[in-house]
């Protein structure tokens, strides 16, 4: 049966936003694939109109980018080339994933972030071991959109409100997100073929919260 103007609307507008979460995803696995580097993540959805659904203030975003910016040459002074650092920053809140020859790095690279303006708290989920391969970056890379994916085809879920950020299967989940949310999420990406582990990095916020940032809808 035909499509009516409505319907043939909505597809576009997922296609739209199913091509902006790869295109975005392609292009941060092109800045991880550099080895002895810092890749920054960045906090902010990819493109204008994903941004303008953020559940974080104005202020927020630029400091995330801010801290995010500022990441590069803080990890690069305290562990110079070794190791391979991903940074992402969302509401202040700092997630760092990858790989570091040693204990003493990982500690290093921890200390230095938190020293950075508005930084309210690191999660340090450097792996102590060698750098991953290019390879392996890729396919993080692809699971990736494939978990953005899920997340935008859940109606009940604003994909939007989520940021994904994927280190050797391992799929970190940010966001500012109801309980109830954060449950259907990771209940959803742990279907996600290739997902070795889920693990939440949410800022949990109640109903009456949600309502507010929604308008008092």
């Known amino acids: 049966m035909p499509m009516n103007s409505t319907s043939r609307s909505l597809a576009r507008k997922r296609s739209s936003l ?38 974080r203030t104005g202020g927020a975003q630029i400091e995330d980018q801010s801290i995010e910016l500022k990441s590069g040459s803080r990890v690069h002074d305290a562990i110079g080339d070794r190791g391979h650092v991903n940074v992402t920053s969302y509401n202040r809140v700092v997630l ?3 790989e570091v020859p040693t204990d003493a790095d ?52 604003q994909a939007t409100a989520i ?12 966001g500012r997100v109801t309980t109830q949310e954060a449950d259907r999420a990771a209940n959803i ?15 949990t916020i109640t109903d009456e919260q949600l309502k507010a940032l929604n308008g008092g809808k």
């Open 189 to 203: 990406v742990r279907d996600v073929g290739g997902v070795l582990k889920v693990v939440r990095v949410f800022e």
């Open 106 to 157: 990982k500690d290093s690279v921890g200390k230095a972030i938190a020293g950075i303006e508005n930084v309210s708290n690191v999660v340090n989920e450097l792996a102590v071991m060698g750098s991953s391969s290019l390879a392996s970056r890729s396919s993080d890379t692809v699971l990736t959109g494939r978990v953005k994916t899920a997340l935008i085809d859940a109606k009940d879920l």
């Open 18 to 55: 199913i091509d902006a979460v790869f295109a975005g995803a392609l292009v941060l696995g092109a800045i991880g694939s550099l080895s002895g580097c810092v890749a920054v993540v960045a906090g902010s959805a990819v493109g204008g109109g994903l941004m303008l659904a953020d559940r």
């Open 163 to 174: 940021k994904v950020v994927t280190e050797r299967g391992i799929v970190y989940l940010m």
């Open 96 to 98: 760092v994933t990858g």
